[in-house]
């Protein structure tokens, strides 16, 4: 057995633990947003990216955005469709900690609660951007290699012409 067909094999369950990990991050981005609607908006509005129009708006809906892509995600429903929003999310967000290193801000980033200004030098800029890596790639993967078990996605769409190939010459 050679590398492809244990990839072929252990991929469903790598996406599993991909897609599960990616939910768990949303609903742990978003549960202390949602306990705190008022600094979520704060921490919004210390990007100083938007206009202060639509801020409330964003920093309002953001945490319900991010439970309602970690369900769909949870389930495994439109998975790849899901990944790319998340990547999209995730490019946003790393122009912002961009941003705000760029133009000298100190901020929390809000990303799992709290956010805002915080006191110059305590904001590692860095690590966030390290963290955003680790999370494009998280994504990638799942962009890349959908499928996966225990999913919706694998109970609605038929199997890759690969793997019926595979399963018929067993």
Not at 66 to 74: D, K, P
Not at 122 to 127: A, D, K, Q, V
Not at 153 to 162: N, S
């Amino acid at each position: 057995m050679g590398f492809k067909d244990r990839f072929a094999v252990a991929q469903p369950w790598l996406s599993l633990v991909v897609r599960l990990a990616m939910a768990g991050i949303l609903f742990f981005a978003a549960v202390p947003k949602l306990q705190d609607i008022q600094q979520s908006i704060r921490a919004v509005r210390a990007y100083r990216l938007l206009p202060e129009d639509i801020v409330p708006f964003v920093g309002t809906v953001l945490p319900f955005f991010e439970i309602a892509l970690g369900l769909v995600l949870l389930i495994g429903a439109f998975t790849r469709a899901a990944s790319i929003v998340w990547l999209l999310m995730m490019a946003a967000f790393t122009f912002g900690v961009i941003w705000a290193w760029a133009t000298g801000l100190s901020i929390d980033c809000g990303c799992f609660g709290g956010g805002g200004e915080v006191e110059e030098g305590t904001t590692n800029y860095p690590l966030h951007l390290m963290e955003r890596v680790g999370f494009i790639v998280l994504g990638t993967y799942l962009a890349i290699w959908p499928r996966s078990k225990f999913s919706v996605d694998q109970l609605l769409l038929p199997a890759p012409v690969e793997s019926t190939l595979t399963d018929s010459r067993k």
